[in-house]
């Protein structure tokens, strides 16, 4: 089931390739929908009493050594594994609204990151996770280069660059404990109570990988620019999927392999997210650009789940896990939301616009739900995800709880601040007067995003269920749950 998932959209990327311009757009929409579905089998088939991993699949790949191709689910890729299988379908869907050249080779290289970053979150073997690793670099690489904005080359050369230096640190931690085990298996690794657990310098080399991929600050400075330059689908699934990569490596490979390090380091990664939290939204505050303003916003809001992650209990943990989700889908609605107003007036400052609500309704309706969904309003997702990280950063340090709540403010004011600039007051370009509203291919796109962010918000119940104890299950085998 898990290979299926995987490859149905590498599938679709040969079918893209070897089939005909016309039908590229819709050729990789239903695979990529085949792949969603597939995935919603194993969520109903998946056990969340098992906090181990369900569905494995093992074979031998290079045994002599000791790397084979093994994946496996549980409760903390759940939802990540559903959240990309869900959004993938959404971008490649809009896609028809704004890519018109060159479309083959962009729904391939779409579909090949789809099972890039499907990879990332599945694989069990350090090796195979690796190769889905660097693999998933690729394809965002070209997105952003050839259908880009006027700085794309500097904006994907930067994002590549930032992307691979981590992963030539993570790649030599792997090698030594590959080889130190004489097994790139990471279940069988995580078992082993042996003296790396508590060795800062492989800590370091995955978390040095995990952060600029997350991005934590100070390692975030490619993000804003990719953000910017990229198209909006790859803008959508850059915020939404790439960025969990990193915050899931940090919970699966950091808290999981190194638990005595995670615990000696936490203050200090604690301070950086909280630095992340309030530079993130300082720097929001300041922009004229939208795209720019949401891009480092992903910084505040990333930090939260770092918070989270490091809090080492098991509620903060959850909680960083359910923000991973509540930030892709309010996040990639923004992105999404920027996108409609681009293809419209080709410009992204907020200062020629202005009374775009009375002008476009629906559009302005939709816009402040997922705003109000980034700042946290309760009975929608970004509420739920916060106040729980909070509740574990408290367990932590009450200081470092205060901190975070205060980038909450700080992300009120700069998401409010952008919306009144944005769709009220009068408007500041006579453009805007001949502005129709959303059309029905529109609001398909953001209207999934938006009504989850309301199951999640009022009915997180379930989603905390399916996690809760696979992140008991890491935290005990860690020895990290503390009696927390």
């Known amino acids: 089931m898990l290979s299926l998932i995987t490859f149905i959209p590498l599938l679709g990327a040969l079918a893209v390739v070897f089939g005909s311009r016309a039908s590229a757009r819709w050729t990789a929409l239903v695979t990529s929908l085949l792949s969603f579905v597939v995935s919603l089998i194993a969520l109903f088939r998946f056990d969340p009493a098992q906090g181990g991993y369900q569905f494995v699949e093992s074979v031998p790949w290079i045994p002599q050594y000791g790397i084979s191709y093994k994946m496996g689910m549980d409760g903390i890729s759940l939802w990540l594994v559903l959240l990309t299988t869900f959004i993938f379908p959404i971008a490649l869907w809009f896609s028809g609204e704004s890519i018109h050249h060159r479309e083959k080779e962009y729904y391939a290289l779409m579909l090949l990151m789809e099972t890039a970053t499907l990879g990332v979150f599945l694989a069990l073997d350090m090796f195979l996770f690796y190769v889905f690793w660097e693999f998933a670099l690729v394809p965002m690489y070209f ?75 100070p390692f975030h400075t490619w993000l804003p620019d990719a953000h910017v330059e990229a198209p909006t689908p790859g803008s959508v699934i850059l915020a939404s999927v790439l960025l969990k990569m990193g915050s899931y490596g940090l919970i699966r490979y950091n808290l999981g392999l190194f638990p005595e390090a995670s615990a000696a380091l936490a203050p200090v990664m604690i301070g950086l ?174 209207a999934p995003l938006i009504v989850l962010c309301f199951v999640i918000g009022l009915y997180a119940a379930p989603f905390f269920g399916a996690m809760n104890a696979s992140v008991s299950t890491l935290l005990t085998n860690a020895g990290l749950a503390m009696g927390r």
């Open 273 to 446: 997210a909280i630095v992340g939290i309030l530079y993130g939204a300082a720097v929001a505050f300041a922009q004229t650009d939208a795209k720019k303003l949401v891009a480092y916003s992903s910084v505040s809001h990333m930090g939260f789940v770092v918070l989270g992650t490091f809090a080492l209990n098991a509620i903060g943990v959850q909680g960083a896990l359910l923000q991973m989700v509540n930030h892709g889908l309010s996040t990639g609605g923004l992105f999404l939301i920027i996108g409609f107003i681009y293809e419209r007036l080709h410009t992204r400052d907020m200062k020629a616009m202005g009374g775009l609500w009375a002008r476009m309704p629906l559009y302005g309706s939709l816009a402040l739900m997922l705003v109000l969904s980034s700042v946290g309003l309760p009975a929608l997702n970004g509420f739920v995800g916060e106040f729980t990280i909070l509740q574990g950063a408290f367990l932590y340090s009450p200081l470092a709880a205060g901190f975070a709540a205060l980038g909450m403010v700080l992300s009120a004011a700069y998401l409010l601040t952008m919306f009144q600039k944005v769709f009220l007051g009068e408007s500041r370009n006579p453009a805007t007067e001949k502005l129709s509203d959303l059309n029905w291919r529109e609001v398909l796109s953001v």
């Open 143 to 217: 997105i952003i280069g050839v259908w880009g904005g006027e700085r794309r080359i500097y904006a994907s050369v930067k994002f590549f660059i930032y992307t691979m230096a981590g992963s030539v640190l993570m790649l030599i931690a792997i090698l030594v404990l590959g080889i130190t085990n004489s097994t790139f298996d990471l279940e069988a690794i995580a078992a082993q109570n042996a003296a790396f657990k508590g060795n800062v310098l492989l800590f370091l080399a995955f978390a040095a990988a995990f952060a600029i991929k997350v991005p934590m600050f």
